[in-house]
């Protein structure tokens, strides 16, 4: 078949990619973008898995990350032209407690204070110098988070952070970086509630509450909540998607879908010059070739092993899948009558995980193969916030069960014999929603129709999911900041001149912010 040259090929369709198509566009490059599935977006779909008028995000549906990020800021105005919709929620998240209480974080500081003030005066306080904090130390986090690593632009935002706040405000958010959810939070306040209720977001990466490295992201998700709220996409998180996609095809560059890439082609000198598809057509790129693709499935599968670099497989064997995930997708008449208040229905997530011990027994659990027999839920309300993604009247939920095994091993609750997750996931399902029932009694009776995606079957719609790890890669220390996603390759190169990587198994990890794909775009065309 007749070749096709482009300046760049992005293998994969995931939101880095696009974002990574969006900026190289706008700066005069044509891009081709190839994606084996017949819709783009990697984790971030919205589809109606259950009834026809009931759309479910497959994965991502918070897109606070995307709406704070140095990539929308950069294209709001073409984003916005063509159609990207955001929809705030006041109430932005909550954990419910054994003894059927609640506390939830929204925009309204005063009424968060009320309910950590009802627990303790003290910590009601401490919140508030913490917010206090997060105002002067965010732009100094948020610097290094937005700049390649290592890089000029990582040596300005720290030599910017030491300016402003000094040799020990260095040394403060060093800690931060380094302390575990437990350490930082028994430092700052007294009740375990509120505790529970921050480190609970540690739970969403791969981060126990006594594993080093993962008090950042409670700390970071509890006041940005705070301080700015959470954001849905109107009608799906695919919002993000629909739009990035027009603008990418209107500037001229191509986007193929249900096209599976089965080669990345070198030259004689070992450069990528291009891929190579199923069905036989080579596209050519002039100047990069990009892969939003897990570096495992990129090195095992995509790059020849007989080119004049050798087998390149081995350079990220050691990077390390975080736990398993498991989605399970509500259609629901009405939304869930939470034991601990009416007013619950009005957040966008209620996490359920109601205590330091279970945590951690949970996250041992998994690791060592077992089904936990208490997993952690967020329960994602997003009817609650935008009702256009049900009929009107109904409603859907978005239950995303976290840390699970990818193998497993057995049941630590002794009442699941099967270990292949095809016969296991609708029996850990029930268990599921065992809980969900224990703090709002009566919702098993408001469910229409229901879809459950085991880790298995996560891996299955997207590859890169690797085990159901929704994260492209555990995000503990030793494989974050330098070493995403192997020493030597964190500034988003590989070992082959002119193929790059993007997406969440790269620095910043992660997340709907775009930073990879934005970051690597500017790296490559300003």
């Given at each position: ?35 084996a ?45 063509a159609?990207?919709?955001?929809v ?10 054994r ?12 009424e ?6 009802a ?5 009601a306080?401490?919140?508030e ?5 997060f105002s002067?130390?965010a ?20 030599w910017?952070?030491w ?47 006594d594993?080093?490295?993962?008090a ?14 959470m954001v ?10 629909r ?5 990418v ?7 193929l ?15 990528a ?6 069905n ?9 070739v ?6 495992k ?10 080119s ?11 990077f390390?899948?975080?736990?398993g ?37 949970l ?7 077992l ?12 009817t ?13 939920l ?25 016969e ?21 009776a408001k ?18 999911l ?5 994260l492209?890669?555990s ?19 590989t ?14 990890g992660?997340?709907?912010?775009a ?6 775009a ?5």
């Amino acid at each position: 078949m007749a070749t096709t040259v482009y300046d760049a090929v992005i293998i994969g369709a995931g939101h880095n990619g696009l974002a990574a198509a969006v900026h190289l566009t706008a700066k005069g490059w044509k891009v081709c973008v190839v994606e084996a599935a017949e819709a783009a977006g990697g984790a971030v779909k919205t589809q109606e898995f259950t009834e026809p008028g009931f759309r479910h995000d497959f994965g991502a549906m918070n897109l606070s990350m995307f709406a704070g990020s140095a990539f929308f800021a950069a294209h709001r105005e073409a984003l916005t032209a063509a159609g990207l919709e955001l929809v705030p929620a006041p109430h932005c998240f909550a954990s419910v407690f054994r003894d059927a209480t609640a506390l939830g974080v929204g925009t309204d500081v005063a009424e968060t204070k009320a309910g950590i003030a009802a627990l303790s005066q003290k910590d009601a306080e401490a919140w508030e110098r913490m917010l206090a904090d997060f105002s002067r130390d965010a732009p100094h986090i948020f610097a290094l988070m937005g700049a390649p690593i290592p890089s000029f632009q990582t040596a300005k935002a720290v030599w910017k952070a030491w300016r402003a706040l000094g040799t020990a405000g260095l040394y403060r958010l060093a800690r931060l970086l380094l302390a575990t959810p437990r350490d930082f939070l028994d430092g700052h306040f007294e009740n375990e509630k509120l505790k529970v209720m921050m480190a609970t977001w540690g739970l969403h990466l791969d981060f126990a509450p006594d594993v080093a490295g993962g008090a950042l992201f409670p700390y970071l998700e509890s006041m940005a909540n705070q301080a700015f709220g959470m954001v849905i996409g109107k009608g799906g998180a695919d919002t993000i998607i629909r739009a990035m996609t027009k603008v990418v095809e209107e500037r001229g560059s191509e986007i193929l879908l249900g096209e599976r890439v089965v080669g990345v082609e070198l030259d004689e000198a070992g450069k990528a010059t291009g891929v190579s598809l199923a069905n036989g057509r080579t596209i050519s790129a002039r100047k990069a070739v990009i892969a939003n693709v897990h570096p495992k499935l990129l090195f095992d599968d995509l790059v020849p092993k007989n080119s004049r670099l050798g087998d390149l497989g081995d350079t990220f064997d050691d990077f390390r899948a975080g736990p398993g995930t498991m989605m399970i997708h509500l259609a629901m008449d009405e939304l869930p009558a939470w034991s601990a208040g009416a007013e619950l229905s009005d957040y966008a997530y209620i996490h359920i995980a109601p205590d330091m011990r279970m945590m951690s027994r949970l996250y041992a659990e998994a690791m060592d193969g077992l089904l936990p027999a208490e997993p952690a839920l967020v329960v994602g309300q997003p009817t609650a916030v935008d009702p256009s993604r049900a009929p009107k009247g109904k409603h859907v939920l978005w239950v995303q069960v976290r840390v699970l095994p990818a193998e497993i091993r057995g049941d630590a609750a002794g009442e699941i014999t099967e270990t292949d997750w095809d016969e296991v996931k609708h029996a850990y399902a029930e268990r599921v929603l065992d809980i969900i029932e224990t703090h709002a009694p009566g919702t098993r009776a408001k469910i229409r129709a229901s879809a459950v995606f085991s880790p298995r079957d996560l891996e299955r719609a997207n590859p890169n999911l690797i085990g159901g790890d929704s994260l492209s890669g555990s995000h503990h220390l030793d494989q974050n900041f330098l070493f995403r996603p192997a020493t030597g390759y964190s500034r988003y190169k590989t070992p082959v001149p002119a193929l790059y990587m993007c997406g969440a198994a790269t620095w910043p990890g992660a997340g709907t912010g775009a930073g990879s794909g934005f970051m690597l775009a500017k790296m490559l065309a300003g």
